[in-house]
């Protein structure tokens, strides 16, 4: 009926933004839309802004490096694959 269908994300896309985010953002299973920063879900890097990359996820496993929240069980999110990251004693 056309409530389901409108409470479904595989048919109904939200809207796709423009942002990098430092949250999870769930787009769609199959977004219409190239996804930014900390968005999902994607399949592979083709599916990611330039300079991103897609995180591959298994089994809920940990977000991005750079992202924070709770996604979508087995839901791939675009994250910068180069984040600095300096270890604890290191000086730049």
Request: aromatic letters at 10%; a negative charge; one cysteine or more.
């Amino acid at each position: 009926d056309e409530i389901s269908s409108v409470l479904d994300p595989i048919f109904v896309l939200p809207p796709c933004s423009g942002e990098d985010s430092d949250y999870l953002v769930d787009i769609a299973i199959n977004p219409g839309c190239t996804l930014h920063k900390c968005q999902g879900d994607c399949d592979t890097d083709f599916h990611c802004a330039d300079g991103l990359s897609c995180y591959q996820r298994n089994d809920g496993e940990a977000v991005p490096p750079g992202c924070q929240g709770t996604g979508f069980l087995n839901w791939d999110y675009c994250y910068e694959r180069d984040v600095n990251i300096v270890a604890y004693g290191d000086f730049l």
